[in-house]
């Protein structure tokens, strides 16, 4: 059997890329916004947290874009040329690349037992911190990439801001927020001031899968359609 290989037109392919770009862009800003939460409340806690806090950031990236060379003597047709292709460059990740949370969940993907679970349970976190500081309107998800450097976030975003962020955007994740997050201890430290939601409690299970597979059933009608 034979493929063949294509790609989009570099006038559908350019809008994507910045697309893509702002995304990591919002991420970034959201992630040190949950820093900057986390060192405030830590500064002004009586007692330090009984837990370590992973330092991560996103990858260091940039739109390169590639543009026909004029040759001597040649006359350009316009002022405004469209470049011939589109890169998203980003900072290399050197050690083993991890899935810590998936798209449209606010839950680690990894068991307990796996490398890399601690850092996925602060990331769900920070997704706590997020939602809950920005008034239940974003927080990241689909957090992947080392132990020290993550890339190729997305941002989910409350219905009214769907446009913002594209097709990764599971704006039916941030409504369900409250009711699929299982608060772990990072949530639960009293020093960060969170509500502790009631899908971490006992008996919330059967509830939490049966909102799992009803959003996964509505994710996959709309894609049908």
């Known amino acids: 059997m034979r493929f063949t290989i294509g790609h989009y037109t570099i006038s559908d392919e350019l809008p994507k890329l910045f697309k893509e770009a702002n995304v990591l862009y919002w991420a970034c800003a959201l992630l040190t916004f949950s820093y900057e939460y986390i060192d405030h409340c830590i500064s002004n806690s009586s007692e ?14 940039g739109l390169a874009l590639s ?46 037992y796996e490398v890399g679970y ?9 997704q706590h911190i997020q939602y809950a500081k920005t008034g239940g309107l974003a927080f990241i ?3 992947q990439g ?15 801001d769907a446009d913002v962020f594209g097709g990764g955007n599971i704006e039916r994740a941030v409504s369900a927020f409250e009711q699929k997050h299982n608060c772990n201890d990072y949530c639960k430290w009293s020093g960060f001031k969170l509500e502790i939601y009631k899908a971490a409690g006992i008996g919330t299970e059967m509830e939490m899968g049966t909102a799992e597979m009803e959003m996964g059933t509505e994710v996959e009608m709309d894609a049908l359609e």
């Open 48 to 61: 330090p947290p009984p837990f370590h806090i992973p330092r991560l950031c996103f990858v260091e990236a």
């Open 67 to 112: 543009h026909n060379q004029v040759q001597p003597g040649q006359k350009l047709k316009s002022t405004i040329q469209m470049p011939r292709a589109g890169y998203l460059v980003e900072e290399l990740i050197t050690d083993n690349f991890l899935k810590y949370i998936h798209n449209m969940d606010c839950n680690p993907m990894l068991d307990p």
């Open 146 to 160: 080392g132990s020290k450097i993550l890339s190729n976030p997305q941002v989910l975003t409350h219905p009214y």
């Open 141 to 143: 998800s689909d957090y």
């Open 118 to 126: 601690k850092i996925a349970e602060f990331l769900a976190c920070t």
